[in-house]
């Protein structure tokens, strides 16, 4: 039987937008990314084809702008395959449950991930001390509460194989959640890299509403563990990624991308130190 949906108790409308918010990019022919506010989602497969999906699901309240987003680039009746999520925070499943209702599609996600998908756990509480900037300083009022799923949400495969995208598998990238996964396509070095690092300082408000592009690492505000988050962006790096989206800022690739992930790297200490 289905289980009924519920998002958290603190559940909210985020006053924060940025300049990219509404707008779409398609980065490569078959890799489209839009933002929703202050956090991208990504639509994987070529325009008006049958066989595409949805990975992650933006901040609350814009189900209504995915959906016409989803029906713009693929066609009215068309609908994903699934939902694929990164990882659970309330920036990547803030519209999920209307676009379950509307298109009742499965949901993937990492087994570690699964507490806070179904209610049973909550993540641990934004640290504004991590960082000076305005949006770390906001994040105590982040909605936090688990989202609960039930049913509608399942493991990934434990071969690394992506539901939906056989041309993908998914790489286990904890640190920034137990849980968080990046999603990797050898053929072009295609990288959706979630929070695992992104392409903004998240933690800045002037950096978020302008989306001036830097590579960073994970939002600090609610990075779990930050030697884990370490070793996760080694190992997207080892992967020689091409072309990134990630979960905030712009989509990047070639040189660019691996000059920043270097710096991130070689800088690392100085970005993970605790805020005084
Ligand atoms: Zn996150
Ligand atoms: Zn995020």
Redesign the pocket.
Known sequence: MEQEMKYGNDYKFIPATSVASGKGVEVLPDLYMYTTQIANICLVGEPNCNEFVLVDAGVPKQADKIIAEVEERFGKENKPKAIILT?G?F??VGSIIELIEKWEVPVYAHELEMPYLTGAMNYPHPDASSDPGLVAKMSPMFPNDAINLGNHVQALPTDGSVPFLPEFRWIHTPG??RGHVSFFRDKDRALIAG?AFITVKQESLTSVISQKEEISG??KY?TQDFAEALKSIKKLIQLKPEVAIT?HGVAMSGQELRDGLDHLVHHYAEYAKPNQ
């Open positions: 990882h925070h920036d990547h920034h959640t929070d994970p939002p609610l979960g």
